[in-house]
């Protein structure tokens, strides 16, 4: 886990200090009062949003990296998905190419039983073919697609990742931003709009376009290439 980011923190703040309101309003525990104030700091960082893009050559230098979370890690880049629904996907969660990220009771976690996608809301994704490349690589030693060498579930890459990057020279990456980089792969280069990316991803539109666009320089360069001499714009997309 690489902890929360602020703006999740901030919403997990607002939510709790709602349902506490709602417990000390309606009587429905007696006594109460809402521990969420104004006292309550959220740790303030540079910015509520990541402005990291990974370059594409930063992308194939960690997915071309044979070592034990390798296949992992493309999958996760070329699903966009959440380190968690990557850790606790089982091979009954995937049925020709369609991916269930559902509410799961019997899936163990590190927490106890019972796993569920972020907000607890479902979605089904249909797996790009290199994804599913990824996935029938796999050998099924148990349940997890992406297992321990023994077996067990992953309850965490931080080591692993590290030394992944490390190895690769690649400086200031996070997992989530591979979720970043499929994002501006689906909308720039596959003609996803972004309320369908949004749909893949599972997220809303606005935090689509807040979280998880950066700005692209290349894709900057790129357009400007597009203009003439005589300054007349040919391309803009």
Known sequence: SEGLAQASMKTYKTTLHKFFEWCKDSGS???????????????????????????DSEIEAITADSCEIQSLITFIAWTGCRLGEALHLEWKDIENGLWSIKRKPQCPTKYGMGWSPKWGKP??????PKAIEVVESQSRVSRWVFPKPDGSRRDSLRRSWDSLKNRNGVKDLQIKDLRTWFNHKLKNEFGFTTKEASAYLGHSEEVNENHYDPISLELIQQKLNTVSRGGVVTRLT
Do not use: A
């Open 29 to 55: 525990v007696m006594g109460i009062e809402n521990p969420v104030t104004k006292k309550v700091i959220i740790p303030e960082v540079n910015g509520l949003v990541r402005e990291r893009l990974p370059l």
């Open 123 to 128: 979605r089904f994704v249909y797996l790009f």
